[in-house]
């Protein structure tokens, strides 16, 4: 009898386990889904994150992430960050960066097209991301 109990909690924590484990992936909505598919149908071997709210989604190059688009829960568009070379910066963020992060150096760089098509330059600094005008005057830390 204390076999068949012992027996039978073990096979519940391991299933609880694997339950655990399945909701810790990301469940995005279907309307997020749906709203990809219509406003990308080319992309492909898609990644998803979960940011600030909103479902993130991530696809091509070779990490994986040369484009970047944003939905909110809704399906509702939000951005899309192409990523460029940190060069095609526009001089006066690389300025910005120097006076005020002395010493940080750039890692990653895109331009952004938000909802309202609305350019902007996004600028990845010690972790965060830099958002730029499409003239290179800084707008916030997003």
């Known amino acids: 009898m204390k076999k068949t109990i012992l027996l039978t909690i073990t096979a519940a924590l391991l299933g609880t386990g694997t339950m655990v484990k399945a909701a810790g992936s990301l469940d995005v909505p279907s309307a997020v889904k749906q709203s990809l598919a219509k406003k990308y149908p080319s992309a492909t071997k898609v990644t998803w994150e979960k940011e600030n709210g909103n479902f993130e989604a991530n696809w091509g190059g070779k990490s994986g992430e040369d484009t970047s688009v944003t939905f909110k829960p809704s399906g509702e568009f939000v951005e899309e960050v192409d990523a460029i070379p940190v060069n095609q910066l526009p001089a006066t963020v690389f300025e910005y ?16 097209t938000n909802a309202t098509g609305k350019k902007m330059f996004e600028a990845e600094i010690k972790g965060k991301d830099l958002l730029f005008d499409e003239n290179g005057k800084f707008l916030k830390i997003d």
Not at 104 to 111: L, M, P, V, Y
């Open 97 to 112: 960066v120097k006076t005020n992060y002395k010493g940080a150096k750039i890692k990653e760089a895109g331009r952004v």
